[in-house]
């Protein structure tokens, strides 16, 4: 299946690369101290994001693309993961940084989830616009399921 990439499209990878480099590197950066039960929820937060990022990219299969604009004739997930939340995929990746930062103790990235949550939440909005124009039937399903949290957002 083909991907139309668009300058737009590039520019949202490329971002999210620099907020993943930053996330990755950023306990490296400040000194810190970690509390037992901090580290054990990061990390427990960890292993469950990852686990929901597996069934979610199971659930997409073929559709997936790293782009912003969707994959020609690809079809809508709306099955698994994508029953619960529209971009379980990225609530994940929040999940992950998120679950980094307490297990390292890192301030920083604690600062940089929520970068990488308004980052996505941007992203997202931007991609159902795409997906409202190459699939009609799109619109339903964003009314009927929420973006990142199951019955609230």
Known sequence: MAIRRTNRGRAWVLAQTGLFLAIATGPALERRERSPFAAAAGATLMLGALGWMGHAYRSLGASHTPWVEPILGGDV?????YGIVRHPIYAGWVGLSVGWGLLTGSRLVLVLSAILALYYD????????????????????????????????
């Open 77 to 81: 997930a709306t099955d698994g993961a």
């Open 122 to 153: 941007r992203r997202a909005r931007f991609e159902e616009r795409l997906m409202e124009q190459a699939h009609p039937d799109y619109a339903g399903y964003r009314q009927r399921v929420r973006r990142f949290v199951p019955g609230v957002y």
